[in-house]
């Protein structure tokens, strides 16, 4: 990896003598100490000045990166007091509601962890505050990547990565939600074990071997707590390490803006400012989920009882980021049949069909976009989302139909809280998993064309100065004011694209594509466009400065 | 109750437990069946102002004799109350459910339209009409000696389903709901188990006995006064609300963070 | 900006595919560069750089602050000994400890981060750097180099040449997942016929769910649902709960003139009907029985059965019925299962209607 040494901005630095020695000597440890067992004044001098732009919505794979951090601190605390047994013991801890009740170890240290650990039920409040956090951050972060085109070449296998984080999280999250086997999460499981039996041939025999024999057996919890703590944050570990060199190998992207090009990177350098940002930032994240915890009540598992297979309670839902897996299968519609006596259960395959559709579609966006475009070129500079209305429509579309999913999982509560029928509400949704999103699209896309247009008569006409001018001849001008140049550029440094027609390398389906990404496109600004509405301006101010003497106040006011 | 639990590990235990259970379920089938407007007593006089109270309020849908009425296309306006007994009337009259404002899918909980008194007399009205159940007394209700233990798994096993493991209520079919249980009156509690009003099964005493009905309502009683010990318990309605906030407020305050760390100092 | 443009026009004479970029016109607009800085206060004005150190320094005391609570209440505010507010052993306790711990630390590491950030953004440098990127490719030497590295690498090997070997370590390299599946098998048992059989039998009574009395028929009220389990069910079997998760069941009695399904009402006894508590969809418990429509719905994903009409599915998910457990009396009056469900319980599988 080749070295830079970022251009410094020419300033005098203000250090007071007395200090700088101490600073020497500190730099002689960095530089020279370190450097001769691991090579460290290399590290130092990669590192050091390396440049990250600054920006609010760069920060959140920062919250994702951090509150993982806070859940492997939390979990380690957690785990030195769970025990992961479903072996039954007789409940005789201070919850009186519960003394006396069966249930498995499990169940009962997490009890102990709520009610008799000092400091016990902050940690597992923190623990699962910033899981919903971590995943809230990934999906925000997904979002800002994706409307900003961030991943395109070469950012492509990182939005890869940072997709197998996203299902990981997923995966991670759900095997915690198990661990204090409650009447909640065991109903969980059982939807889990039903979802197994229904894959064709093979599910009776996955449901078997993940539960170590029938549901719910005495092995899942264990083998839950092995995924949960060792394998999935093994794994996210290590493709948080990829993500990570990875972004210093593509170095960060920035939005467009003077000065800025697709060649450099402008912003601060990590030692000291990013340093001080990034590393204060991680304290604020903890500071935040802290606070949550201490005052908001989550996963309160006493009150849903020990799990048995018998009870369940109304409004059983998984935590937000599975409510989606959980919103097909209450749309569905009954339907399974039977063919050569052998059961298929379209009721459980289909929704699962359509997940793993809006995922891979996700996973596969930066390529199908690349085929549709044939850019080839490395992009650093990020898009403006209204630059990209088909984009941005589609990935609005997608965020719809999850949404849709994620509502209709939670179609009992929005009935009882709305007082609607939960008949009624599944049909709606049933209906809007197919219109909303195209519906969506569509306004989503015509948005964006309107912010175009908008941008493109400020970029040529300036900013409106309500100050209007009637003319000799009756017409009445408004006075605009032109923008400088360095507001002017990001209005107009954006690319244009343009259809293709089919033949000459290019496919009927290619030309579709392209036809239905960019034929609505609105052409950028052009220098020769912007030189003739300035001369028109100019043109204009100068009648109006001849009508008025330069002096744009009303008669009236003249006179006084 | 809790020792018998710490010896159902024992093989015999069963056979001892369904001994003393079937003893006892003999003893309360007898103890608890016969429980009819016989068993609280109203004075004449209390019958005959309900009964006036009932042909004022009630009788326009429930009919002069309280027999019920169907309307011309043959749909209930309002069901019999013959032997609905004095809970019923208890219940559904001292929830202000009844007088009923509107027909629609169920009858919601509001104001009670009438005072203890006048709900006394309509109750000891529809108690004369026939032998059904009687308004709990205080010892019915008494959570002094209760098992919160057995209340909780009868619960669980019997009423989360529709009303949420922590009483916060829940949908049913085409716009009916199970109503949420904080703040309810034990009394109350107690005797819509016994009446099963309007969509809600009938648990009486056969089902659950009395005393099981009473550890229900303690345990209910206990995780009201128990609070929420984690902190703002956002309705206890679980998962979704606890997203619904992660998505809202917390992402508010991070965001809020983020911008201010990304804003330049003035 | 011209760079931009120059790299723009190499990448697609380079690119194998006709691009949608349309080529701008005259190059663009020119880049205009860096806009001038503006100074902070602090720069400029020595007293506000003194109120921006004190400011930083005053967070990083109300962080100590923090820690001192949080340790402070993580002592004198404990769920089971010393606490302030609360009874020992108490939730209440319990809420105390964990807001006060909980702010303690919550106020600890917050301020550290703010004051971290307020230093960074009014007291360190704030004017932005430059860095130049490099092509993420390396340089054609590279490249070549790389590629006769493979090229060579797999010459050398004689993977090309040795068609034996690479069938033989193609062979190998199939075998050795499928070795996977014998570790894997340990994982659980076959299914067998366990998901075709429950604990019911002919002959055993059926008894509460919660305290395992057994139900006479004329405890069976009209409208009432009773949540029962088989006889002889209890805890210390060894498959206690795989076996309740099979075999739970409701009692729920209907007048007989609205059955509709003659059939369903003679496996009951005088309108007492048994089903499966288990939902046929993916198995929740469908238990929410409404007494006047004679509905039952699961809290999961709505299915809907109706319990009139031999549990027949009317809304949701579900496909199936939820199998009816055939019942009898015994001649002490108690109700009895007249032989196990006739079909699976639970969820739909593969081989559901193949006898085992």
Not at chain 1, 214 to 219: A, S, T, V
Request: one cysteine or more; a negative charge.
């Amino acid at each position: 990896m080749a070295t830079t040494t970022p251009t410094r901005p020419s300033t005098e630095a203000p250090e007071d003598s007395g200090s700088e020695g101490r600073m020497l000597k500190l730099g002689a440890v960095g530089g020279d100490w370190l450097d001769r067992r691991v090579s460290g004044a290399g590290l130092v001098r990669f590192f050091g000045r390396k440049i990250f732009p600054d920006h609010w919505s760069f920060m959140f794979g920062e919250v994702a990166l951090y509150s993982f951090v806070i859940l492997l601190i939390s979990g380690t605390y957690l785990t030195m007091f769970f025990v992961p047994s479903m072996d039954e013991v007789v409940y005789d801890g201070i919850y009186a509601p519960l003394q006396g009740a069966h249930m498995s170890k499990a169940y009962e240290s997490t009890l102990h962890i709520s009610f008799e650990v000092k400091g016990g039920l902050l940690f597992r409040q923190m623990h699962h505050w910033s899981c919903l956090v971590f995943m809230v951050a990934i999906f925000v972060h997904m979002f800002r990547v994706f409307f900003t085109g961030a991943f395109r070449k070469p950012r492509e296998l990182n939005w890869l990565v940072g997709f197998a984080l996203m299902v990981l999280g997923m995966v991670a999250g759900f095997t915690g939600y198990s661990l204090p086997d409650d009447v909640l999460s065991g109903n969980g499981l059982r939807v889990v074990d039903g979802l197994m039996k229904g894959i064709p041939i093979v599910g009776t025999y996955i449901s078997m071997l993940l539960f170590g024999g029938e549901f719910p057996g005495h092995d899942i919890i264990p083998r839950f707590f092995t995924i949960h703590i060792l394998l999935v944050p093994a794994a996210i570990l290590g493709l948080i390490a990829i993500h990570m060199v990875m972004l210093v190998l593509h170095k960060h992207t920035q939005y467009p803006g003077p000065g800025r090009t697709e060649r450099n990177v402008v912003g601060f350098p990590v030692f000291p400012v990013y340093a001080a940002k990034a590393g204060g930032f991680f304290f604020l994240v903890f500071g935040i989920i802290t606070l949550i915890s201490a005052t908001t009540a989550i996963n309160s598992i006493w009150v849903y009882g020990p799990y048995d297979p018998s009870p369940v309670s109304a409004g059983s839902q998984p935590d937000w980021y599975m409510l989606w897996t959980d919103g097909g299968l209450r749309l569905i519609p009954g339907w399974e049949f039977t063919i050569f006596g052998y059961t298929v259960s379209l009721n459980i395959l289909l929704p699962m069909v359509v997940y793993g559709g809006l995922l891979a579609f996700l996973a596969l966006y930066p390529f199908i976009e690349s085929w549709v475009t044939g850019d080839d070129r490395e992009h650093h500079l990020l898009d403006l989302p209204y630059n990209a209305p088909v984009r941005t429509g589609i990935g609005v579309a997608w965020i719809t139909e999850y949404l849709i999913l994620a509502m209709a999982a939670t179609n009992d509560l929005i009935a009882v809280k709305l007082h609607l029928s939960i008949n009624d509400l599944t049909w709606t949704f049933r209906i809007a998993f197919f219109l909303a999103p195209v519906i969506v699209f569509y306004i989503t896309k015509r948005l964006c064309l309107a912010m175009q247009r908008q941008k493109r008569d400020l970029a040529l006409h300036g900013e409106e100065t309500s100050k209007v001018v009637r003319m000799e001849n009756g017409e009445m001008i408004e006075i605009h004011e032109p923008l400088n140049e360095f507001d002017r550029w990001v209005l107009v440094q954006h690319d244009d694209y343009r259809p293709l027609k089919a033949g000459k390398g290019v496919s009927a389906l290619r030309a579709a594509a392209t036809s239905f990404f960019f034929k609505d496109q609105l052409a950028p600004v052009t220098p020769t466009e912007l030189r003739e509405a300035l001369e028109h301006a100019g043109h204009e101010r100068h009648k109006i400065d001849e009508l008025t003497g330069g002096d744009y106040r009303t008669p009236d006011v003249r006179s006084h | 109750m809790k020792a018998l639990a710490a010896r159902r590990h024992h093989p015999l235990a069963f056979v001892a437990i369904l001994l003393l259970a079937l003893v006892a379920t003999g003893g309360l089938y007898a103890a608890f069946q016969p429980r009819s407007a016989q068993a609280e007593s109203y004075s004449q006089d209390d019958v005959d102002k309900g009964e006036e109270l009932f042909l004022a309020n009630c009788a326009s849908c429930h009919g002069t004799n309280a027999q019920g009425m169907q309307d011309d296309s043959g749909n209930t306006l309002g069901p019999s109350l013959i032997g609905v007994g004095a809970a019923a009337v208890d219940f559904q009259v001292g929830t202000g459910r009844m007088p009923m404002q509107n027909s629609g899918a169920q009858a919601w909980r509001k104001p009670p339209q009438m005072n203890d008194e006048q709900t006394r007399q309509l109750a000891a009205y529809v108690a004369s009409l026939g032998p059904g159940p009687s308004v709990p007394d205080e010892e019915a209700l008494s959570s002094k000696d209760a098992d919160l233990e057995n209340g909780g798994n009868i619960f669980r096993v019997n009423c989360a389903m529709c009303h949420n493991a922590a009483g916060a209520g829940g949908a049913l079919t085409r716009g009916k709901f199970a109503p949420s249980l904080s703040g309810v009156e034990s009394k109350h509690i107690y005797e819509a188990m016994e009446t099963g009003p309007q969509n809600m099964p009938v648990f009486n005493d056969d089902n659950i006995s009395a005393s099981d009905k009473r550890d229900v309502v303690a345990y209910l009683k206990a995780l009201d006064e128990q609070g929420s010990p984690g902190g703002i318990s956002l309705g206890s309605f679980g998962p979704v609300t606890e997203g619904l906030y992660a998505w809202t407020i917390v992402l508010s305050l991070l965001v809020g963070c983020a911008v201010w760390l990304g804003a330049k100092a003035k | 900006m011209s760079d931009h443009v120059n790299e723009n026009r190499e990448s697609e004479a380079r690119s194998s595919s006709v691009s949608t970029i349309a080529p701008k016109e005259g190059g663009g607009f020119p880049n205009p560069g860096l806009p001038p800085h503006i100074h902070r206060q602090a720069d400029e004005n020595p007293r506000a750089e003194k109120r921006a150190e004190r400011m930083v320094a005053a967070m990083f005391v109300l962080s100590v602050l923090g820690t001192v609570l949080f340790v402070a209440s993580y002592f004198i505010f404990t769920p089971l000994g010393t606490n302030l507010l609360g009874t020992p052993g108490t939730l209440h306790a319990v809420h105390w400890s964990n807001l006060f711990t909980g702010i303690g630390l919550a106020v600890a590491v917050f301020f550290i981060g703010a004051a971290a950030v307020h230093w960074a953004k009014t007291l360190m440098p704030d004017e932005e750097w430059v860095e130049e990127r490099h092509h993420i490719e390396g340089s054609d030497e590279t490249r070549e180099v790389a590629a006769s590295i493979i090229t060579d690498g797999l010459e050398e090997s004689g993977v090309g040449r040795r068609p034996v070997i690479v069938t033989a370590m193609v062979a190998a390299l199939t075998a050795l997942p499928i070795a996977v599946l014998a570790p894997l098998s340990t994982f659980g048992p076959l299914p067998g016929n366990k998901l075709h059989h429950t604990f019911w039998k002919k002959g055993l009574r059926i008894t509460r769910d919660t305290d395992g009395t057994p139900v006479k028929a004329s405890e069976v009220a009209m409208n009432s649902i009773f949540h029962v389990m088989p006889e002889g069910l209890t805890e210390d079997m060894e498959d206690y709960l795989e076996q309740r998760a099979k075999a739970a069941a409701v009692l729920i009695r209907i007048d007989p003139a609205l059955g509709q399904n003659q059939e369903s009402l003679d496996n009951g006894y005088q309108g007492i009907l048994a089903f499966s508590k288990i939902c046929t969809h993916v198995g929740c418990p469908v238990a929410l029985y409404e007494q006047q429509t004679h509905h039952m719905l699961c809290p999961c994903h709505q299915s809907t059965f109706d319990v009139t009409d031999g549990a027949k599915v009317i809304f949701g998910p579900a496909h199936r019925p939820l199998p009816q457990l055939p019942i009898e009396v015994d001649a002490e009056g108690y109700l009895v299962a007249g032989g196990d469900f006739p079909e699976p319980i639970g969820p739909s599988f593969w081989n559901l209607h193949k006898d085992k």
